[in-house]
């Protein structure tokens, strides 16, 4: 089948490019005049925060269901000026004829009494819009900004509250990614020409991917991170897939093929790497469907879409560009001596594997205990959000936070909201201001309102405000124990259901919900990765291995994420201000991401290595000749992986920062330690171990190629 591909790519280079080009031009256009919206959608079905934003929407507090921002005003001489009194209050009025379905809560109005801090200097206008999709809250946001701009009043400080207002500058992430992948190209090429046709595939497969992404937004939701995710990763994987295909079209061509043989046999070798390794990074992307929420299953389907055209275009596109460039691929030579592709009995990583094979014991336990030091921090490992507390600090949101804490307490930033139901009107009610009083006295508790009624009178609310800020860990707990013994203390027996609900109680929902289903998802990669690699190498104990390599891999990147973002140890070289809990979705997105590209250097150094295994039967000359091989390319492509997902540290955005840090350690990670450490060490203490799998199993399985081998049929 791919040698079918291939050759007809070959030969009809004209009309595969032409497609290609149409097809980018075609969906791009589609995608600037219908592409969908992103929207973060953090909703948890069946959780108490989610029970309390229906009642909110359901009993008549539609503002409170929506999003809640706040006007934070600060004047070093108090508000009791008239003139600046009269100018905050036009601006409340302006702010609410300008934005749609949005009540202003005045600190100057008797409902807003408690919103002039005891000092006097800071104050702040609650804005409650109601629920509505995310193109609405960025143009109400514009608005706001536009009007607050426009807003001088002597002496006063105006910042903008709330996440919906912050800065969305871009970062050249990707421009920087790809500049340095071009870089490590042509060192390892050393040619112009073969350096342009993994970025020239890359950027077409991408191109297509993100464009299809945007056009799929209309029919699944996805949040607001998965066009940069699905960048980030598309650009890694497409340069790597085209490096490896690149790679073995030199090598057919040094060992004398001709130019469309050589192209065919690549395919037909390192093309079925591709298309397994492919494949099973979005199989393992895919597994996030076992989580069972909507933002996770839009996030797998928009990398999955990316990668996917990634693949296709090194299948399909670059064979007929290599139908081009022919033997003109050296053409443009670097002036350094030029290396012969495949294994050199002469080079580094042959030597390298014979000093690893003459002690692997040593070999083996050293890097297990890197391994295991850098992964000891993930014991500690906290799940959360990031809110305006991470932003950068010019931004309004950042300084509207730090005026609030500052003026209000550090809890401030993260009320709970307590929803009621009220059966019973007053004697319900009064029920409530016994439960007000207790909060008040709770350990933590900075501050419990009174009950507000809806209009109705079956329901009410209640806001409390913590002690501590809306990441700490004291503020999650503060949660479990109002639910599990604050208020059931006050109204057991009474009838009267609370709910505690709002944004940090939504945040320590969703990230308990993660933690209990990160194992599972974990098991189901785990299993499916154990099951493919056995079907591909015949062995028990290659895929064991791979799984459990793997998953010490993963676990040094979660353990290094927690003491850089979490503790703060070093925080400040990757442009972070503050620490704060690991982002509750990168767990399971690092796993399924990782976990799927290792398989792209398991798959392309194991099925080399099993290649000389079968033609000489001597292990030890296989792992040697295969390391020797592949080390190079692997290096390569690691480090392409690494400068690609390094780059978005250089953006704004913390969840990224951690995100591209992750990736980037956990690769780095694989290819050294892993592949160049503990792979050939474990191999040498097998021996021939490594193939065995029973007999009655090998009849059973279905027979899956990755490698053709060299008998290709023209």
Known sequence: MLQRIARFCYHRRWLVVATWVLLLIAVSTLNGAFGGTYKDNFQLPDSDSEDAFNQLKAKGFGNQAGFEGQVVVENANGFDDPTVRQGLDDLFTKLQQEIPDTEVVSPFTEEGARQISPKGTIAYAQLNMADRDSTKYEDAAKKAKDVVKATNIPGTEVELGGQIFGDQAQSPSELIGIVAAMVILLIAFGSVVAMGLPIMTALFGIGTGIALVGLTVNLIGMPSFSEQAVMMIGIGVGIDYALFIVTRYRENLHAGAEPDRAVVRAIDTSGRAVLFAGTTVILAV???????????????????????????????????????????????????????????????????????????????????????????????????????????????????????????????????????ETPDGASDLATLEQLQDKLNQTKGVAFASPPQPNEAGDAAVMQVIPTSSPQAKATSDLVHTLRDDTIPGVLDGTGVKVLVGGTTAMVVDFSAYMGERLPWFMGTVLLLSFVLLMLVFRSLLVPLKAVIMNLISVGAAYGILVAIFQWGWGMSLFGVEDKGPVEMWIPMMLFAVVFGMSMDYEVFLLSRIREEYDRSGDNAEAVANGLAATARVITAAALIMVCVFGAFVLGPVKAMKMFGTGLAVAVFLDATVVRMVLVPATMELLGDANWWLPKWLDRILPVVHVEAGEDVVD
């Open 286 to 420: 895919l597994g996030l469907f076992t989580v069972g929420l909507d933002m996770m299953n839009g996030l797998a389907i928009g990398i999955s879409l990316g990668v996917f055209m990634t693949m296709a275009a090194a299948l399909t596109l670059l064979p007929a560009v290599l139908g081009f460039a022919g033997r003109n691929i050296d053409k443009l030579g670097l002036p350094h001596r030029k290396r012969e592709e495949g294994a050199d009995t002469t080079s580094i990583w042959y030597r390298w594997s014979r000093v690893i094979q003459h002690r692997p014991w040593p070999a083996l336990l050293l890097g297990a205990l890197v391994l295991g030091v850098l992964a000891a921090p993930l014991a500690s490992m906290r799940l959360g959000l990031s809110d305006a507390g991470n932003n950068p600090r010019s931004d309004t949101t950042r300084k509207a936070y730090d005026l609030l804490s500052e003026g209000f307490g550090p809890g401030f930033n993260g009320p709970f909201l307590l929803v009621a």
